[in-house]
């Protein structure tokens, strides 16, 4: 069995759960409240050292943290994450993508403005940080012009780990109406067999 450590409501957490729940692979989901320091503390800096979740630990005890390692991890072997090369060379694209150029901007808005309520003392932090967040948007809106899913024409992990995000941004003040291809595609990915929403428990 497959354990979990993660905070509820948060998108890198909610992406190995969702793709788990997605395959069938049974999972216990441990609670770790990072909003009051449980990150690091002495045991869970053993599980990893960074002192983030998710951490994903595997039925012989290993200890796996990034949740996009995560995703290639419990996907392998599956039509989530194609073999053929070029076809799993674009997926790791949108993967790369999503730590570097939207999480950054998407999800850290949303944690200073909906989690720790600084939409107000920090409006020139988060007024320089949008825009990058907007372009992250605008490359996903131009990809869905070309393509149901993010790396083609087949639900894959990168769906999984850019919907996480993308889906609440606008909890972070981002406007997604702006986005026809983006908001038909956040339907699409709710309509996959074993979908939960993130805000219930993993
Ligand atoms: N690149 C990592 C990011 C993990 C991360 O930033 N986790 C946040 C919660 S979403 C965290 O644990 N923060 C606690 C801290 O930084 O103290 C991943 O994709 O798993």
Not at 175 to 197: H, S
Request: aromatic share 12%; proline share 6%; glycine share 8%.
């Amino acid at each position: 069995m497959y354990t979990l450590y993660g905070m509820t409501g948060s998108g890198n957490c909610y992406k190995p759960a969702l793709l788990m729940r997605q395959l069938g692979i049974p999972y216990t989901w441990i609670e770790v409240d990072l909003l009051r320091g449980a990150t690091h503390s002495p045991d869970f800096l053993a599980l990893n050292p960074t002192g983030k979740v998710p951490v994903l630990q595997l039925p012989d005890g290993r200890c796996l943290s990034e949740s996009n390692a995560m995703l290639c991890l419990l996907a392998e072997g599956t039509p989530l994450l194609p073999s053929e090369r070029w076809a799993r060379a674009e997926v790791m694209q949108w993967l790369f993508f999503e730590q570097y150029s939207h999480e950054p901007a998407i999800a850290t808005v949303r944690f200073w403005v909906h989690y720790l309520g600084k939409a107000e003392a920090w409006r020139d932090r988060i007024r320089e940080t949008r825009p990058k967040g907007y372009a992250a948007l605008q490359r996903m809106e131009l990809q869905l012009c070309r393509s149901d899913y993010l790396a083609g024409d087949a639900y894959s992990i990168a769906d999984i780990a850019l919907y996480a995000y993308t889906h609440v941004a606008d909890q972070g003040g981002y406007r997604l109406g702006d986005f026809p291809r983006i908001e038909a595609w956040l339907r699409r990915v709710q309509r996959q067999p074993g979908y939960f929403a993130m805000a219930d428990r993993p």
